[in-house]
């Protein structure tokens, strides 16, 4: 059991650029979660996949954003024409189907956009 | 709405202190709740969890109590270190996303 991890850990990019993010969760784990957190915030939720299935998106996510998970194992978070504001830490987090909801995190990938 | 409030910080602390950081949270039904901990530099690490009413959850002297009939989990440690410097963060759980609080962060001092 390697943990979740998340690629790349860093991005900087330009304003109105596209940028993907990866993550692969524990293996096993049934469900996948994004999340986006701020300076001096908790993590806000944006998706959640079952499997292939993406069961949930916050209001936070706007069409600019999209997520997959094509096998149900690792998942995209795909950004298009980024803007100043999505600057953030965006957090990766997967737990099995059954349990009491505790999730496992991922490091994280920090995007800057200039 | 359903929502974590959390203390606000920081919250600086001389080592062997005595620590609380208050949470409560609004929700329907009977949520899961935890605590998370995300030291400098770190990703988020669980800290404890309980999953119903009068659960205590407890981790390296930390411990929280599920508090229905004030719906508050509040995370106390008896006797702070250094190395307990953080930012912690109260979530709950109703259908397996996790709301968080706005995180509090812990300063100790030697």
């Known amino acids: 059991d390697t943990g979740v991890s998340q690629n790349p850990r860093h991005k900087i990019t330009k304003r109105g650029q596209n940028v993907t993010f990866r993550c692969d969760p524990i293996s096993e784990h049934n469900r996948l979660y994004w999340y986006r957190q701020t300076l001096g915030q908790g993590p806000e939720f944006l998706t959640y996949?079952?499997?292939?299935?993406?069961?949930?998106k916050s209001r936070l996510l706007s069409d600019r954003f999209s997520a997959e998970r094509p096998k149900g194992s690792f998942s995209t978070l795909e950004i298009q024409r980024t803007e100043q504001g999505d600057s953030a830490m965006y957090l990766c987090a997967s737990n099995p189907l059954q349990g009491t909801y505790e999730q496992y995190f991922g490091p994280g990938t920090r995007l800057t956009v200039t | 709405g359903n929502s974590v409030t959390q203390m606000e910080g920081p919250v600086t602390l001389s080592e062997e202190a005595f620590l609380t950081i208050n949470c409560t949270y609004t929700?329907?039904?009977?949520?899961?709740l935890f605590w998370y901990v995300q030291y400098p530099g770190e990703g988020l690490q669980l800290l404890l969890k309980a999953t119903k009413a009068d659960d205590k959850g407890s981790n390296k002297g930390f411990e929280a109590t599920y508090r229905k009939e004030t719906t508050s989990f509040h995370l106390e440690k008896g006797s702070v270190q250094v190395s307990d410097s953080a930012v912690y963060f109260c979530?709950?759980?109703?259908?397996?996303?996790?709301?968080f609080g706005q995180g509090t962060t812990l300063q100790v001092k030697p």
């Open positions: 979530a709950r759980s109703n259908t397996g996303k996790l709301i």
């Open positions: 996949f079952q499997n292939e299935a993406q069961l949930e």
């Open positions: 929700a329907t039904g009977y949520p899961s």
